[in-house]
């Protein structure tokens, strides 16, 4: 009769022999940042919008432009000036950088709201990605988009022969174009996260970034407002954005005084604002308030 243990036993002993760097069984255990994790979530997101090129990077370019030709057509003749340049390249960066933010808006929010309503949300909370990663992923992808976007838009602005895009300050128009892409990004997972249906989602797109983003500079500068819109336009965030984006291509703005260092101040606070942003999304993600219920 043989003394050796049944093979099951044999591998249970040979489990528990096992070095204690080695996670347990059924304990995945991940050092760092779980980069293919997060580059397979990343790529995910972007395959998910560049499927549909057309309506989520070429359509916003087409309606930019509309825009364009509308609002030089009617306010743009005479040739009328605005901070020193012409109307229509007063009025161009504004619209690449709108169109920037609104897109990526709608897709860090599009793609987890999805989830929670056609029941895949699993799919993100499942793997071994960490909040960190999961918000990493989805606002990564968000400014992704919009930087194809804006790059779609200054091409259409560029076929325009009304428009011109001169390069003032390359630092402020990669600086302004991110932080405003990023704002949007946590600002859609987090309005995501709170919506149970595509209507509470769209009720925050019509009700909230519209109107911020629409009066927000983009076709006029503040001196024209009076009182108290005035006052109240130096608290929307969409504001320095969109001047900052501008100064970046005319060298001129309409924050404070005018001047470089009030851009920069502008630059710091929208760094600021992203990082409140940033820790309140990953609180929200961590917490799985209407999420995991």
Known sequence: MSDQAP?????????????DNLPGWGEPK?????TIGLWSLYLKEVRRFFKVQTQTVWAPAFTTLLFLVIFSVALGRGGREILGVPFESFLAPGLI????MQNSFANSSFSFLSGKIQGTIIDLLMPPL?????LAGIVGAAVTRAVLVGCAVALAVFIYPGAKLILSHAWAIVWFGLMGALMLGFFGLMAS?????????AAVTNFV??????????????DRLREPFYTISHFNPFFYVISGFRYGFIGQTDIGGGTAGD???????????????????????????????
């Open 7 to 19: 093979p099951a036993q044999q591998s249970l002993a040979a489990a528990r022999a096992a070095p």
């Open 130 to 134: 960490s909040h960190g990663e999961l």
């Open 193 to 201: 996260i709170w919506a149970e249906k595509f209507d509470h989602n």
């Open 30 to 34: 991940i050092h760092g940042i779980n």
């Open 209 to 222: 970034v519209a109107p911020l983003s629409l009066l927000s500079g983009t076709f006029y500068t503040l």
């Open 263 to 293: 851009v920069w101040m502008a630059a710091g606070g929208l760094l600021a604002l992203n990082a409140v942003l940033a820790l309140a999304t990953f609180a929200l993600l961590k917490s799985g308030w209407k999420i995991r219920q």
């Open 97 to 100: 950088v709108m169109a920037m």
